[in-house]
């Protein structure tokens, strides 16, 4: 792979052998807070590191780039992906974020991602999978546990649900059997997947109806029949998933609440046989 294809962070860290004492110490302040180097100018971050502006502008050469605002630019356009290296500032690092303010991000997240989410909204959802064929739940890395916990949860009044992959699978063996009549949930929370364009492809070309759930960062997905932001900002290195946790919690509960009786009778059904086979 050539300079020009390598990511920052990579040319940053094969360059660090090889750095003098003054530049390999800005190169591991770069390695532990990348962001530093997106948000500020060549004169802040040699303040921020405790090295000289000439020692900024070697090593930005050593790196393989003509100025600093190209390095800044490519730094930036890193940051988009969603690392969460990018999200750690040094001013922070040695102290603590207080409970008050992971809460108050929480709830601002919380009222950012409901703010343009209607009850219609999310009536014609949970009844696109009451009434589907099937329905599929999609979520890799970070993603995998909210797709496992909504279909868990959907479970409870829709029969045919399955969370995919389950460990060990691919794709191609789900992907071929999608049909019009069915409903796809995909997370797509930070970091996505490098291939993600290709699976929302194919599930578009199946014609079945798409709810994509993603973090504020993801551009709007035009072939979906919904598509939910949740808002995931944080005071510290970590995504806030709050927002989407809350998401998964109202489908099932207005799932559960559209389903009326033939819900509740599923529900009876299964506390029956868990009191019946001592599994509880």
């Known amino acids: 792979m050539s300079r020009k294809e390598q990511s920052f962070l990579t040319r940053v860290r094969q360059s660090l052998p090889g750095l003098h004492p003054a530049e390999r110490r800005l190169g591991e302040f770069v390695c532990d807070f990348p962001g530093e ?3 500020y100018s060549g004169a802040e971050l040699a303040d921020l ?3 000289s502006k000439a020692t900024v502008s070697r090593f930005i050469r050593r790196l393989g780039y003509g100025n600093y605002e190209e390095a800044r630019r490519h730094a930036r356009a890193e940051k988009q992906t969603g690392s969460r290296l990018f999200l750690s500032a040094s001013a922070d690092a040695a102290g603590q974020q207080s409970v008050s303010a992971h809460v108050a991000q929480g709830v601002s997240n919380l009222e950012a991602t409901f703010l343009p989410v209607t009850d219609a909204q999310i009536n014609a959802i949970t009844r696109a999978m009451l009434g589907a064929r099937k329905v599929w739940v999609i979520g890799f890395r ?3 546990p909210f797709a496992s916990y909504l279909q868990w949860q959907m479970t409870q009044v829709i029969e045919n649900i399955v969370a995919i992959p389950a460990a060990g699978q691919t794709l191609g063996e789900h992907l071929v059997s999608l049909h019009k009549n069915d409903v796809v949930v995909v997370f797509g929370l930070r970091r996505r997947v ?3 364009d290709l699976v929302l492809e ?5 014609k079945a109806k798409l709810l994509y759930i993603t973090d504020e960062g993801a551009p709007f ?3 979906a029949s919904w598509h939910v932001r949740c808002q995931t900002l944080a005071p510290g290195p970590l995504f806030n998933h709050v927002s989407v946790m809350a998401v998964c919690h109202l489908l099932a509960t207005r799932a559960i609440e559209i389903a009326a009786a033939t819900g509740r009778a599923r529900l009876r059904g299964i506390e029956s046989l868990n009191d019946s ?3 509880l």
């Not at 194919?202 to 199946?206: E, L, P, V, Y």
């Open 37 to 39: 180097l997106a948000s």
């Open 194 to 196: 490098a291939r993600m």
């Open 277 to 279: 086979l001592e599994e």
């Open 49 to 51: 590191a405790h090295v």
């Open 221 to 223: 997905h035009k072939s």
């Open 202 to 206: 194919q599930i578009q070309k199946s």
């Open 142 to 144: 970070s993603s995998h």
